[in-house]
């Protein structure tokens, strides 16, 4: 599986992006499709997963009620809508892709695939 994550930038606190994940060489249909957000000086974090099926939506506590993921299985593109944007959201996104359908779907060791990041600065 391949992923590439687009659509981070510079946005003033309160504001609102959207990331966007593609893959190419598998479809999201069948894997668990996450989001990890890295901060300066910090270790790789959960952000927010999707289930392969869609059903089930897992959110870091940090991130509820501001973010939210869902997936587009024609496009085969997830997407992390983030709004009410601090300045402490300020690090690289990355996603993440799981084939095994771990239940777990927050654990970092479960990703087997990532994109490359792409950086959301949030200034105050």
């Known amino acids: 599986v391949q992923l590439q994550a687009f659509g981070g930038g510079l946005v003033q606190a309160g504001g609102s992006l959207r990331l966007s994940c593609a893959a190419s060489?598998?479809?999201?249909?069948?894997?668990?499709a996450g989001w990890f957000r890295q901060g300066p000086g910090k270790e790789r974090e959960f952000v927010a997963a999707?289930?392969?099926?869609?059903?089930?939506?897992v959110y870091a506590d940090s991130v509820k009620g501001r973010f939210t993921i869902s997936k587009d299985n024609v496009k085969n593109t997830v997407y992390l809508q983030m709004s009410g944007l601090k300045p402490e959201d300020t690090a690289v996104y990355y996603c993440g892709a799981d084939p095994t359908r771990n239940v777990a779907l927050d654990r970092r060791d479960n990703y087997a695939f990532w994109g490359q990041g792409t950086l959301v600065t949030v200034s105050s």
């Open positions: 060489g598998r479809s999201f249909r069948t894997v668990t």
């Open positions: 999707i289930s392969w099926s869609g059903g089930r939506m």
